[in-house]
């Protein structure tokens, strides 16, 4: 704490002129701010509690390789870490298949490498590790145990519930084996449209659902999914490398076309005893889920129709595969969709603890006996189920607090009382709990403080720290801390009132002198961007080269209820790029800012944007960045595009107004296009398309492309040369500080 304590005073002290000498931070150059150890500080992944609450694991990334990550186990008794895994000394370095490369894409780990995942053992005497496509247990005693040693890939691999079988996915089939024995097919193969036991595009991509198999409680059964992919439509996708094109027919359920049939089989571990699941007479639904009873009586799968207004819940028995519908979720307003999340839970007495926005704003309710308990309530949505302690009767959760920042709290699952309250909240927090919600790992940062880890008693009072990651001494952003700036915030009304809450940081200024704007923006629905957490340290290089950084969350973004998300209900580009004008038209009235020089930077869904500000108010920007844009949403997947817009052969004219292709030609301020020239999710014919639109009106603009690169340009070269490209476009179009 005393080291903390220290780090703050640090920040937030100002330094005197013999201090400065002394401590004068050195350029925080975009080398650096990508360069190897992270100025966050240490980045735990994967942080799982044993069974038994014994340890802690985690997945620990290299002072000399930020990338890389090994696992770690931290013993709470002895309060000793050890290296459970060295994931440079054991693995092969082999190349991943193609498969596991697309599905660590979905999974947003694709820049990672050594461990990316690891899975504990139910009776904790140790932990599943895959690396480099094989699987190794590793014990607690240090000793390691190579289970396959295959040219393919192991995909999505399992401990069985109770430990006794290892199971995984090879070459579109579902293959189970005990613990250090032999492996065999369980699933039929059946063509290359036909994959068992894997999630399809869109569950990965857009459901956070990365399953597609499931062990009974017991190890007697297992539910797995078929995918049959024959009316999905094929994207001719060309991965354009430096030395080379390899040329990928890839399935890709655009808006408007048809999605893989999904469909549900519960049989034996050796794959007999096989039944089918009735998921009902429509094939064009969505399997957002599935669950097992904790006592495996029964599967919960959670469908979905098409249009994402309605959820049915399932009860399914595991004998016989029929089914019943338990209950439905319906959409909160009509012109509204389902939201889908992970917190729930079912609970040993048969009820169920559910989120739902059905009064508008994200809550959790008890479902008992066909009857409905709302246990929070609020204009402050609840955003996260972290833990359940049925012996005591409570349950952990995450709430947004001031629209701002999230905090944990502690209920009653019968409904009386009132939530408590369990972290600081001059924090943003997120949290974990093991299985039986008997200890709480939190971590929290703010402007000053990067992400921080520590384990705490049920009640919140903190037990160790995992990482507190003061930032004194040898901490990798020690020398900047005198450059560091703490973000301003505010807010501005919409056009209709509602407050937009933005964000702010500003370099060191001079008096009379007016400085350039770095307006950043997402604008889709889900991400919020202004918040009171760590920002890192990219913002801040961006600020010591003599600009205003700023952030504005428009409509449509989360965390602050249906009605503030609905407006952009088939209506993407309008609401969005209205609220991003007002924040522009709010800076403009600054004496400290020159409103001739507000520069826009968006990547996906904010390259989309950048796009359409461009068209919507010549001459309101002075230059914009557009990466890896969306330009025509009919080329986007089925489950994101069609929840927000329709389905664009029912709502043709929505899908045109929202295009950015129609008005390009309209863009006269500077335009620099990035995007990676083998992304595979938004595919580069979206940026193809625009640019011989923009070609063939004669419409000037710069472009700087990456080959071999996906939807995440990034590393530890190839990320400062995009941030140099965007500086030195802006130089050149003369966005630049004052002399």
């Excluded at 309710?365 to 204009?379: E, S």
Aim: charged fraction near 25%; glycine fraction near 10%; charge should be negative.
């Amino acid at each position: 704490m005393r080291s903390l304590l220290l780090a703050v005073a640090l920040l937030s002290a100002p330094a005197t002129a013999e201090d400065a000498m002394i401590t004068e931070a050195p350029t925080l150059s975009f080398e650096r701010v990508f360069a190897s150890p992270g100025l966050d500080g240490p980045a735990p992944r994967q942080v799982k509690l044993s069974p038994d609450g014994r340890y802690l694991t985690l997945l620990r990334n290299r002072a000399d390789d930020r990338e890389r990550y090994d696992l770690w186990g931290y013993d709470i008794e002895t309060r000793e870490w050890r290296m459970l895994v060295d994931s440079e000394a054991l693995g092969s370095g082999r190349e991943l298949s193609e498969d596991e490369k697309m599905q660590r894409e979905r999974a947003r780990v694709a820049g990672l490498k050594g461990i990316i995942a690891y899975q504990w053992a139910s009776d904790g005497s140790g932990v599943l590790v895959p690396l480099d496509g094989d699987l190794f247990l590793a014990k607690l005693d240090g000793t390691v145990t190579r289970l396959t040693d295959t040219e393919g890939t192991e995909l999505n691999p399992k401990l069985s519930s109770k430990g006794g079988y290892v199971s995984f996915v090879r070459d579109r089939r579902l293959w189970v084996g005990p613990v250090g024995g032999d492996a065999q097919p369980v699933t039929p193969q059946e063509g290359e449209t036909i994959r068992w036991g894997e999630a399809e595009f869109v569950a990965q991509e857009e459901m956070a659902r990365l399953q597609g198999y499931w062990w009974s409680p017991n190890d007697d059964r297992i539910a797995v999914q078929r995918t049959d992919e024959a009316s999905v439509g094929i994207v001719t996708r060309a991965a354009i490398g430096a030395t080379g094109t390899k040329v990928f027919d890839q399935r890709y359920p655009a808006a408007g076309t048809d999605n893989a049939v999904v469909e549900l089989f519960v049989m034996n571990p050796d794959g007999s005893g096989s039944v089918k699941v009735d998921l009902g007479v429509d094939l064009d639904i969505y399997v957002a889920r599935v669950d097992w009873a904790p006592d495996g009586s029964a599967i919960y799968v959670q469908r979905q129709d098409r249009a994402q207004t309605k959820t049915d819940v399932l009860r399914v028995d595991p004998v016989t595969g029929a089914s019943t519908v338990w209950f439905t979720e319906e959409a909160a307003r009509p012109d509204y969709w389902i939201n889908l999340s992970d917190n729930y839970r079912f609970l040993k007495d048969g009820s169920l603890l559910w989120w739902s926005e059905r009064d508008g704003y994200g809550h959790f309710y008890r479902y008992v006996g066909g009857q409905w308990t709302q246990l929070t309530r609020g204009t402050s949505p609840t955003t996260s189920l972290v833990g359940v302690d049925e012996a005591a009767g409570t349950f952990t959760y995450q709430a947004t607090a001031d629209v701002l920042t999230q905090q944990i709290h502690r209920a009653r699952l019968d409904g009386t009382g009132e939530p408590d309250l369990l972290t600081d909240p001059a924090f943003t927090n997120s949290a974990s709990m093991d299985g039986a919600g008997r200890l709480l790992y939190v971590t929290r940062s703010n402007p000053n403080q990067p992400p921080q880890s520590y384990l705490a008693t049920p009640d919140g009072k903190q037990v160790a720290w995992i990482e507190e990651n003061a930032v004194v001494g040898e901490h990798p952003y020690a020398p900047f801390l005198t450059s560091h700036v703490a973000p301003e915030y505010g807010t501005i009304p919409a056009e209709d009132g509602t407050p937009l809450h933005w964000m702010m940081l500003k370099p060191k200024m001079e008096p009379g002198k007016r400085y350039p704007v770095f307006f950043s923006h997402y604008g889709g629905p889900g991400p919020q961007m202004v918040t009171k957490g760590w920002g890192g340290a990219l913002a801040q290089s961006i600020v010591d080269k003599g600009y205003i950084y700023f952030v504005l969350d428009n409509r449509g973004s989360a965390n602050r209820g249906v009605d503030f998300e609905q407006p952009i209900y088939r209506a993407m580009g309008g609401v969005e790029v209205r609220d991003q004008k007002a924040g522009a038209q709010f800076l403009k009235t600054l004496d400290f800012v020159d409103p001739a020089k507000i520069a826009i930077y968006g990547w996906s869904y904010g390259g989309y944007m950048t796009l359409k500000q461009l068209e919507a108010d010549p001459g309101l920007y002075a230059a914009g960045i557009s990466g890896a844009p969306v330009t025509r949403w009919e080329l986007y997947d089925t489950h994101y595009t069609e929840r927000y817009m329709g389905d664009p052969r029912e709502v043709a004219e929505a899908y045109e107004k929202a295009s950015a292709i129609p008005d390009a030609a309209k863009i006269v301020d500077p335009l620099l296009l990035i995007h990676g020239m083998a992304d595979d999710n938004v595919v580069f014919e979206n940026s193809s398309e625009l640019i011989s639109v923009l070609q063939e009106s004669n419409t000037p603009f710069e472009m700087m492309l990456y080959p071999g690169y996906t939807h995440r340009v990034g590393g530890e070269k190839v990320s400062p040369h995009v941030w140099n490209s965007i500086m030195r476009f802006l130089e050149a179009h003369g966005v630049t500080p004052p002399e």
